[in-house]
């Protein structure tokens, strides 16, 4: 999951580029061929909007485990980003065959309907963020989850191959375990270490947050180390139980109000400390809960459009990430946002 395609769009010849990135991730992923091709054309509509409508911007590609239960498989998660006009009418924009020379809109009816998934956020003057994540299987429009989502951008420091973040979650009946790493340091030692932890997170996620830590500890302890938090919802009582080592940001959004969850100083799997306290919150159907490594600056702007809440959690985590920065200040170290909360799971746009 540390792995990362992260494709800078500036003018039309960059398409190719983001189409082989897409089709690469489709083969590490496993998909069928059918399955990469519509990752292709979804990634060819993205890019090519990038070029003639935004002034440019970027297509993350990261894999993605999907569904609950042991048997998940990855799928490919495009995000485009920039910082251009925006647009307009953005139901306009969905229809399709919709297209002008002032915003987005070629192709982007098409990507909702062939993608797994797909979410659009556009704001006037700020940019657009779209996610779409291709699976093995073509589109089921049959039952949707019934616990809160989670969603995720990676973007590894200078356009590396792997991220040295990672994050993954695990749901058992109403507890919902989610685990975000940043390994220490950069490169392939760094992804080693937080992909150690997600790897062994299905083993400890029934335990509470503090043990999970400590026994993540010693799962580390043959690598580098990491920065760990770990957030455990429990919806049979309505609450948020948090407790995180080393330098990963937290932010609850809860009855309309934003507020920070704490991590300790350490390092899991190498100086971390004897106790780690847990916070716990209440935890409601519009609740927000996002995690970040510190590649994300500590005063990032909160998403400030209610209607946020109801979408996409990969689509809330890309807008983030957008507007913590720009298109001439980029990220400063490997960087992981991961957001849990509402959403269906194909948004309408």
Not at 5 to 12: A, I, K, L, T
Request: hydrophobic share 40%.
């Amino acid at each position: 999951m540390s792995r990362v395609w992260d494709v800078p769009v500036d003018d039309s010849t960059r398409v190719r580029d983001v189409r082989v990135a897409a089709e690469e991730a489709s083969a590490c992923a496993g998909l069928a061929p059918h399955r990469t091709a519509t990752a292709a054309l979804v990634a060819t509509e993205l890019a090519t909007n990038l070029s003639r409508h935004a002034d440019g911007g970027r297509v993350l590609i990261n894999l993605v485990e999907r569904g609950y239960d042991a048997g998940r498989r990855l799928s490919v998660q495009l995000v485009s980003l920039d910082h251009g006009p925006g647009i307009p009418d953005v139901a306009e924009a969905m229809r399709d065959g919709y297209t002008t020379a002032a915003s987005l809109g070629a192709g982007l009816g098409t990507c909702k309907r062939i993608a797994n998934d797909f979410d659009l956020h556009s704001a006037p003057g700020r940019g657009t963020v779209a996610v779409a994540r291709i699976d093995h299987d073509p589109v089921a429009r049959g039952a949707r989850p019934t616990v809160p989502r989670v969603g995720g951008v990676n973007v590894p420091l200078g356009r590396a191959e792997h991220s040295g973040d990672a994050w993954g979650r695990v749901c058992e009946g109403d507890r919902l375990t989610l685990l975000l790493a940043d390994g220490l340091g950069h490169g392939a030692k760094a992804a080693d270490a937080s992909t150690t932890a997600v790897r062994h997170l299905p083993g400890v996620a029934h335990r509470p947050p503090a043990e999970i830590l400590r026994e993540l500890g010693r799962s580390l302890r043959p690598t580098r180390g990491a920065a760990v938090a770990v957030a455990q919802l429990d919806l049979a009582s309505g609450q948020v139980h948090f407790a995180g080592i080393g330098n990963i940001g937290a932010r609850l959004r809860t009855a309309g109000r934003w507020r920070p969850l704490l991590s300790q100083p350490g390092i899991v799997g190498a100086q971390a400390p004897a106790s780690v306290p847990v916070q716990r919150e209440p935890w409601h159907d519009d609740s927000l809960l996002v995690l970040h490594s510190d590649g994300l600056p500590a005063r990032w702007p909160v998403p400030d459009d209610a209607a946020l809440a109801g979408r996409d959690p990969g689509l809330v985590a890309a807008v983030v990430l957008r507007d913590a920065g720009s298109a001439a200040r980029p990220v400063g170290d490997d960087t992981c946002v991961v957001v849990l909360g509402g959403g269906s799971a194909r948004a309408q746009a």
